[in-house]
Nanobody, 122 residues
Framework: VQLQASGGGSVQAGGFLRLSCAAS????????MGWFRQAPGKEREFVAAISASGGTTYYRDSVKGRFTISRDNANDMVYLDMNSLKPEGTAVYYC????????????????WGQGTLVTVSS
């Protein structure tokens, strides 16, 4: 599967952005999907994940209640709605796909998109 992330941009603290991840391939509905981010000078970290059916979601603690991951299997899309953005949310955000089970770990994902930059100013 090939992944294309989009929707990044510059926003003020407290603002909203929706990230999208378009997937190619006929079996998108069989992949668990995740969003990760990498801030400047830091390691890439888990943000959110959603099961293939959409019935299970995981979030890192710092984004719970502010970010929502969702998917549209009919259109091969995954979304990350980010509310109440904070400056520490500035990072390149990546979507990723896995057929090995829902995971919070980078190593659990087999396919990665190219990333989209989110900049949150204070």
């Amino acid at each position: 599967v090939q992944l294309q992330a989009s929707g990044g941009g510059s926003v003020q603290a407290g603002g909203f952005l929706r990230l999208s991840c378009a997937a190619s391939g006929r079996t998108f509905g069989s992949y668990d999907m995740g969003w990760f981010r990498q801030a400047p000078g830091k390691e890439r970290e888990f943000v959110a994940a959603i099961s293939a059916s959409g019935g299970t979601t995981y979030y890192r603690d710092s984004v719970k209640g502010r970010f929502t991951i969702s998917r549209d299997n009919a259109n091969d899309m995954v979304y990350l709605d980010m509310n109440s953005l904070k400056p520490e949310g500035t990072a390149v955000y990546y979507c990723a796909a896995s057929r090995r089970g829902l995971s919070r770990l980078e190593s659990g994902y087999d396919y990665w998109g190219q990333g989209t930059l989110v900049t949150v100013s204070s």
